[in-house]
Nanobody
């Protein structure tokens, strides 16, 4: 069993930055591809970004490309989401997710989820 704990959310103004962290526990972190998804009220959960087990491959949704950066530190068992130039439309609950194999964009293919952290961007 993998337990994921997110942190770093908050309320910020448009144009600001935030860094989210996700610290999995229970299994070997480096065996899992990691991803961030988000869900705004009344909307479906959407893919934000993902990173491979070694960190050598990443993928981003078009809406965040160039503004968000995913990274991981396998020695610290942590994955990060650096969010810059935040926009009001980035407001959502952000979820960290893990899966045993390669990173994918379909949330249904992830095995483990965190409880989510709220990010609110005011205009």
């Amino acid at each position: 069993q993998v337990q994921l704990v997110e942190s770093g959310g908050g309320l910020v103004q448009a144009g600001s930055s935030l860094r989210l962290s996700c610290a999995p526990s229970g299994r070997t972190f480096s065996n899992y591809a990691m991803a961030w998804f988000r869900q705004a009220p009344g909307k479906e959960r959407e893919f934000v970004t993902a990173i491979s087990r070694t960190g050598g491959s990443t993928a981003y949704a078009d809406s965040v490309k160039g503004r968000f950066t995913i990274s991981r530190d396998n020695a610290k068992n942590t994955v990060y989401l650096q969010m810059n130039s935040l926009k009001p439309e980035d407001t959502a609950v952000y979820y960290c997710a893990a899966r045993r194999y390669g990173p994918v964009t379909d949330y249904r293919l992830y095995d483990y989820w965190g409880q989510g952290t709220q990010v609110t961007v005011s205009s």
